[in-house]
């Protein structure tokens, strides 16, 4: 059950889900609701033929935007991977157990959760790591670098995302919510605790 709170507190869908997590509303997969989207919002001068749908994603920069959000991306592929986030679209299951993943990335890094493989090894030390951000975030205790400086106070860190949920204590969001009572949290490691405590004791 866990596995889908974090998107679902963090992307905000504006239609009903059902079981599996697919959007009801257009009950197509990713790809072919950002076709859709575009169609819907085409000139109907301009025809729906497949370049004039893509154009309709395109900035004057030649990224693809995102028709829910707006979010900008440079490929299609990572706009059809972005959409999934608001579909809840899940393609990807494991063969080890009854995850399943937005992405083929995800699933590929999760894998590695029953293989026990670390391929990203540390330089500096003879620590190895499972990710590419694992790896980095421990890069950083090497250099001591702080590249993100939050613009409320005078605090620096290492890693956006960890810059991110600071900047949640200055604006008093609680985006994590448990899907049990509702209780909010600033952070997700928070609301897991939560509902392993209080909802989940075995």
Partial sequence: MLENINEEAQHKSITERDSKGINKRSNVSAENAISLASISD?????????MNVESQLRTEHGNFICPECGKSVKWK??????????????PFPCDKCDKRFSTKYALTTHLRTHTGEKPYSCDQCDKRFSTKSDLKRHSLTHTGEKPYSCDQCDKRFSMKSDLNRHSLTHTGEKPYECPICKKA??????????????HNKK
């Avoid at 592929?77 to 809840?88: C, D, F, I, K, P």
């Avoid at 600033?186 to 897991?192: I, P, Q």
């Fill in 42 to 50: 085409a000139d109907p001068i301009a025809g729906s033929s497949r």
């Fill in 185 to 198: 949290f600033s952070d997700s490691s928070n609301r897991d605790k939560h509902y392993k405590n209080v």
């Fill in 77 to 90: 592929s990572h706009l059809v991977e972005h959409y999934r986030t608001h579909t809840g679209e899940k």
